[in-house]
């Protein structure tokens, strides 16, 4: 792993999410991650790059406490503003996680309940866990699906989802993401199910309400493209391995590890429309495997 | 939390609505046949001709109104012993709509507990529900019934509770499968991480989008009830003999279909109409209430 400096970080400042020496597995099955070491500073945006399985959604699952009940932490920390969150009792964890972190979903046609008006599934958490007054929480709602761009808040608030479009469904996830004023977000893929235009749009309103609210992020995503336009930050994943961290710049710029050079290689530029794609090579990925399995010193788990 | 007042707005996508307010055919037809029913149960002494137990051997077999023989009165002729086919129909839906409603609701609520904690907390708890329910449908239900009925003795209480035992896993292994895709989406992520309980998470997120199926299979299981009834009643195990049901109105019919068709025909039809309104209205409330559809 190449050594990562990071630019958001102030010197002596204590990071929101520090991830150390983090294992995941399947009870008694495959690794899913190996060793994984980030941190996230107050108003960073940290992308994590990776192809499918490489695990990413899994870090993000595993900070919040939502690992489904087949996989487990098998090693490693995570300090939660501090906290360190495998020692705590269960139900003080999930005060701790509900106080301080919240989550951006990936699909908006299936992150809202279907038979929940918008607006109780935005308070509820305001109310129920974090001791608001019910008309605080409703005015917190209105002031964020205004803050995004939604022109008649009362009457979302009031809505079903099914009455609403993709793009205003995420538009009110982001609001009800934001809503409790979390200090860590953990974006999981946000802009996945999203048409381009409309990707865009909810980029742009993440890294705004981000920045005001110094909130960090923890980005999902395996686009290259949307780490270039959101992130301070990156961690390049392969096989539930960190490969690479950089200051997002640096690593466009100046990619050290191989995997990274292929995986930007692999991006389509607008700029060559023409050009044909170049998908990662076999031949690397046949090599990453082998080293990634010889340094944890046991073969063949990669069910 | 308050309702706002709706406000008209230029991105109103608010069609979905009414298209829900328009009740399908089907739903409206069952509805009409079991509301029928309901209403006859109720006013049983006062709409029914005769006495269903009056027995006159004077007018046996008369045939219905249209046939040579008709009796005045007997709109749907006699049987064998001179009983009204009409009256001993009208009580018959009494017992037939008791059952129905009390042995479903005891089947749901006690499947759909079931189920839902087994697809709720999963592991052990699932691992026994769902056992028991592989164990309890390797019995055929129909024997299981009878075998019940013969050991518990003859009765309404019996019949009963011998259909909520059988039926019971018919919600079970539904309802568990429903609450586990609810389990997986998003939206109970979201609430987890937002430190939801599990019990509200289950109350709040899951039940409601549970609920359209439960509605649903209760209106079959209300359906399933009557035809084990009749069952039951065919065997002459249900109530004493001499209560008018419909299954042992067939029963009796079946001995003299050649000469007194009526006597067979009208119960069978009656019971075919009131088990496909069920399941018509059954499958018609699913979509009615379906938050996805709606």
């Not at chain 2, 507990?113 to 028991?132: E, H, K, M, N, P």
Request: hydrophobic share 50%.
């Amino acid at each position: 792993m190449m050594p990562d400096s990071n630019p958001v970080a102030a010197p002596g400042a204590s990071p929101t999410l520090a991830i150390d020496g983090l294992g995941v597995a399947v009870r008694r099955g495959p690794r899913l991650l190996r060793d994984v070491t980030l941190n996230v500073n107050p108003g960073e945006v940290r992308a994590l790059v990776g192809e499918s399985g490489a695990g990413k959604s899994m870090i993000g699952k595993a900070v919040l406490g939502v690992l489904p009940r087949s996989i487990e932490v098998t090693s490693g920390r995570i300090e939660l503003l501090g906290h360190d969150l495998g020692q705590l009792a269960p139900a003080r964890r999930r005060q701790v996680v509900a106080a301080a972190a919240s989550l951006i979903p990936q699909d908006p046609m299936t992150a809202l309940n279907p038979s929940r008006r918008i607006g109780g599934q935005i308070t509820d958490r305001l109310v129920l866990r974090l001791g608001w007054s019910a008309d605080a929480a409703r005015r917190r709602a209105l002031e964020l699906l205004e803050r995004v761009h939604i022109r008649d808040p009362l009457r979302v608030m009031a809505s079903y989802p099914h009455e609403l479009s993709g793009g205003m469904r995420q538009r009110v996830l982001i609001a009800a993401a934001f809503a409790p004023r979390p200090q860590l977000i953990v974006a999981d893929e946000p802009t996945t199910a999203l048409d381009v235009t409309v990707q865009k749009q909810i980029l742009r309103l993440i890294r705004e309400l981000q920045a005001e609210a110094k909130t960090a992020v923890l980005f999902v995503t395996h686009d290259m493209g949307v780490v270039a336009k959101i992130s301070q930050t990156v961690t390049v994943l392969f096989a539930g391995k960190v490969m690479e961290s950089a200051p997002t710049e640096q690593l466009f710029s100046d990619p050290r590890h191989p995997y990274t050079r292929a995986l930007i290689a692999a991006t389509p530029r607008y700029t060559h429309p023409h050009e044909p794609l170049r998908p990662v090579p076999p031949e690397l990925i046949a090599q990453l495997w082998r080293e990634v399995e010889s340094t944890n010193g046991e073969g063949g788990e990669h069910g | 939390m308050a309702e706002p007042a709706p406000i008209a707005s230029s991105l109103a996508p608010a069609a979905p609505r009414a298209r829900a307010r328009r009740l399908n055919p089907r739903l409206w037809l069952s509805a009409g046949w079991i509301l029928l029913l309901v209403l006859a149960a109720l006013s049983a002494p006062w709409l029914a001709p005769h006495d269903p137990l009056a027995q006159d051997l004077l007018l046996e077999r008369l045939p219905p109104i249209g046939f040579d023989g008709y009796e005045a009165g007997y709109w749907l002729g006699t049987d064998s012993l001179g009983r009204d086919v009409l009256s001993r129909l009208i009580y018959g839906a009494r017992i037939a709509l008791v059952v129905a409603v009390a042995a479903a609701f005891a089947a749901c609520l006690f499947g759909s507990v079931l189920g839902l904690l087994a697809g709720f907390y999963g592991g052990w708890t699932d691992r026994g529900v769902s056992r028991g329910v592989d164990v309890w449908m390797a019995f055929p239900p129909v024997l299981f019934a009878v075998l019940l009925v013969a050991v518990m003795g003859p009765g309404l209480i019996s019949v009963i509770v011998a259909i909520a035992i059988i039926d019971w896993t018919r919600f079970a292994r539904v309802i568990r499968a429903e609450t586990l895709v609810q389990s997986r989406m998003d939206y109970v992520q979201s609430a987890r991480v937002g430190g939801a309980s599990r019990r509200r998470i289950l109350a709040s997120e899951i039940l409601p989008n549970v609920l359209p199926t439960i509605v649903a299979l209760l209106a079959l299981e209300m359906g399933v009830a009557i035809i084990v009834e009749a069952i039951l009643s065919f065997v002459n195990l249900s109530i004493s003999s001499d209560d008018p049901t419909w299954g042992g109105m067939i029963a009796e019919g079946r001995a003299s279909l050649h000469f007194a068709w009526w006597v067979l025909v009208f119960p069978l039809l009656v019971l075919f109409l009131s088990v496909l309104s069920f399941t018509q209205l059954g499958e018609g409330l699913k979509d009615q209430f379906d938050p996805l559809s709606r």
